[in-house]
């Protein structure tokens, strides 16, 4: 005897139990012991961060980080997988920040980096609770007992070591450089972290701005000088160049106006003045409507001088202007109160929008900066680290975007600004706390990843991704326009930068481990077992090798992207430890993680891999879409559309969510998602399938059905096709799933469990019914029984807890000699000789003629349960009328009809035959009602009614009962013609005319007018 199964079921119940189950025989560490010496299918855990709650978004990544290796571990590979806590960064810097009411880097160094560091190393494990019970809940096994935390020293030291591998390799310098810079956290910020925070609907000022011409090049002639003289306009201080910007806080830092050389520029007059501008786009300037005084190409107009709009000597701020051969030394400037600035030609102007001219601020923008060098151009950076305006204009103080309106308002007064409108484009954001990212030159620490461009192309040409337009897409344009990656950051909670600088010479040298650190001459500040994070590292200092001065460390710590893309070695401190797990745990077969990751750790552990190892570390990525709600909207906090995965896993269950996340959309893709939508999932597949089951089990405990362990030898068409499908669907889901494909896979599955139910259970119902344990009945279990069990196993990587509990049930009630779980078993195997491509064809045309016939059916109105005479069917070609003959009297039972015809000509609809078209196929139903046919109906009826009436006197499904009906003649002849009929199906003993004794259930109806009462009563 199964356990009993009924046919309600609450999915969260059951998987408590599971996972009880799993908890106390250690299935998921007996998965990995059993295969110990099989070969190793490796997976790479992409680290969160505990310092928050996880999301319905860490749900998507970690089930699809699940599926694969539990197929894996079926198909008899060993797949270790150890968690991993990425501990550092600015993020959780920022959460601390907020925590202390902190708004800046001063208050953090006056309330002490040690304490500051405390606790960021507390927040970081503040909700470890919560991620590893939802790991737990959702069934991804992960081994959390023994994970990688990035914050340990022997991490750090593996950091450390890749780092110093990149600086024997000439891949690591420091630069001056303008850098996208968080005013906020007062720290770069690497091109991929830009690239996480891009707004695209950014409002920002959009200013047209006058500069005063003070002297134009020789070679500008005015031709007709009587009609107009740009020469004379300028002497009278009426010429102006016109030039645009986005950003008026950068204007005070104008040093210079570019022009294309090859461009076309007008001379215009407005409101008494004479704007210079790109012909091209003076209709878009606003003064199409205005004469051309006179036209200049750019080349002629280059080396103009202008009045500053703001000459920084008068404002306290420095001019300085970098040193001839040099990148990063600056010489200070002497004050000028006569400083005029140089118009140069430039091949990056455009001719798309602006005006053509080109606002250069050397200080603040990357074509600006190597525009300035080239030029030897002033650089005058008014604007300190946390984006505050310095000096002593009429805005000082000031942030830099809320110093936009006072600039524009001070350049207005003063007659400078053409025309000042707002608009909205794409501007970034720092991806963490939200701020306007300024491009600020300074000098910063860079990995040469552009060194390594077509090495990590190539290497990219190796991995597969799911889906597969990333790889030449989303992530084969990240590293076509790869950039140096700007790696050091100006803060405190990261693995320190390991390169000391001597304070007297200049020497740098970089660390790559503790033994090499200990055995520098004059160490100081180092203690063994020291915790290796700031303010401590910083007190380490030793003689520098060239002049024999004291070395400090370079005040930085290292981007925590560079942290979790090291995880292939460091999760293992390699090389100082652990050199056999780390080779045979490199590369991995297997990562997944969403598709932003492709500018975050997909590229870091690329990029890392390919400049330490030469060669990729992953195989296959599946890269996920990101999640919505129901109406496609982005989910957040503040809209209040945020799901909780804990409500969705009380409701409906880790297998139904799960389920839901592979099915519902390909991996990719964006997808919508509502608890509404998991509990659909729920009802259309898992319910399916329960109920499937839940018949198996009872009808097999009523006839005491054993499984025996004799080879399977179907006898009817319908099992040959359940078998044969069922071997199909095998081969089909390790396909798929081995081409990384869980989406394709589930939704075979689910249309099989589809045809299982409502085809095969359906058409097979009476065959279980019945009273003799014949060979078809017999063969009927043993067809349900081996496709339930199989299908455990199938499911098993998709849905672990119910796969568990039909296999548990249905295999190791009755085996205890079989594996201990089913997730300890092998994949199913398909068995080809049981593929029958013409019985599957077949009975796709079957159901295909059925759900025509009842269409055709319901057309006229007739009953399902309404026998008529016969059906007409219409096929593409005679060998497919053969293929239906052979389940002629499936079509008969199914449509409820007597009899089945072919046609070769088309079907002709009229009053007593009702036909339905669908392509090549005609389906038509004789509905005319004899009087035999209705009695037949009527005599179904009254089953129908008893049946129910068994269930609500709660009656099982075996009890026999003795049957009473009162009606008049009609019912009589009808309860005696077809009293062998009534009994069988209502497994009544007899049935007798008259109201029943007291202890019957009865109960009255009208059925096509004719009135009766039945009564049943449990049989002693
Ligand atoms: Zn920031
Ligand atoms: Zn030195």
Known sequence: MFQPVGSRISFPELEMKVLKFWKENNIFEKSIEIRKTAPKFIFYEGPPTANGNPGIHHVLSRVFKDVIPRYKTMKGYCVPRKAGWDTHG?????????????????????????????????????????????????????????????????????????????????????????????????????SHEVALGYKDDTVDPSVYIKFRIAKLPKDVIDDNPDKFSLRRAVEEGKAYFLAWTTTPWTLPGNTALALASDAEYAVVEDNGTYLIFALSLKNQIGLGDRPVLRTYSGDKLAGSLYFPLYNPHDFNVERRRVREGTQGVFDIQKPDSGLLYRVINADFVSMEDGTGIVHIAPAFGEVDFVAGIENNLDFVQQVDLAGNITGTYPFSGKFVKAADADVIQDLESRGLVYKSEQITHTYPFCWRCDSPLVYYAKKTWYIKTSAKKEEMIAGNRQINWYPAHIKEGRFGDWLQNNVDWAFSRERYWGTPLNIWQCENCGQYECIGGIEELKKKEGLEGYMDGMDLHRPFIDQVAFNCKKCGSTMFRQPEVIDCWFDSGSMPFAQWHYPFENVDKFKESFPADYISEAVDQTRGWFYSLHAISTLVFEQ?????????????????????????????????????????????????????????????????????????????????????NIDNFTPDNRSINPVSDLDKWLLSSLNRLISEVDDLLNNYDPTTAGRKIENFVNDLSNWYVRRSRRRFWKSQNDDDKISAYHTLYHTLVTLSKVCAPFIPFLAEDIYQNLVRSIDKNAPESVHLVEFPQFDHNLIDEDIMTATELAMKVCSMGRAARSKSSVKVRQPLSSVVVKTRSSFEQGLLRRLSSQIMDELNVKNIEFSAGDLKENKHFSVVVEGDYQVGIVTTITEELFNEGLAREIVRRLQTMRRSAGLEIADHVVTYYMGDKLIDSVMEKYAGYIMQETLSTTLLKGGGDDGAYSEKFKISGIELRLAIKKER
Not at 101 to 128: H, M, P, W
Not at 174 to 187: A, E, N
Not at 636 to 648: E, F, Y
Request: aromatic fraction near 14%; glycine fraction near 6%; charge should be neutral.
């Open 90 to 190: 600015l993020p959780v810097e920022l959460e601390v920040e907020k925590m202390l009411g902190f708004s800046g880097k001063t208050q953090i160094e006056n309330y002490g980096i040690d304490k500051f560091n405390a606790l960021c190393r507390e927040s970081v494990f503040k909700y470890v609770k919560q991620w590893d019970s939802l790991t737990e809940r959702i069934g991804f096994w992960l081994d959390i007992e023994h994970p990688y935390v990035t914050l340990d020293n022997s991490y750090i030291e593996s950091c450390w070591w890749a780092l110093k591998q990149m600086w024997e390799k000439n891949l690591i310098y420091q630069g001056y450089k303008v850098t996208p810079h968080c005013p906020r956290c007062g720290t770069s910020l690497s």
């Open 616 to 700: 990729p570390c992953y195989k296959n990525v599946i890269c996920l879409g990101h999640i919505l709600d129901a109406q496609g909207e982005k989910m957040s906090k503040t809209k209040g559309n945020v799901i909780d995965p804990w409500t969705v896993l009380d409701s409906y269950g880790a297998d139904a969510l799960r389920w839901y996340m592979f099915t519902a959309t390909p991996p990719g893709n964006v997808r919508r998602m509502s608890p509404a939508m998991v509990a659909e999932a729920m009802k259309n597949f898992m319910m399916t399938l329960w109920n499937t089951y839940s018949f198996f089990v009872i009808y097999a």
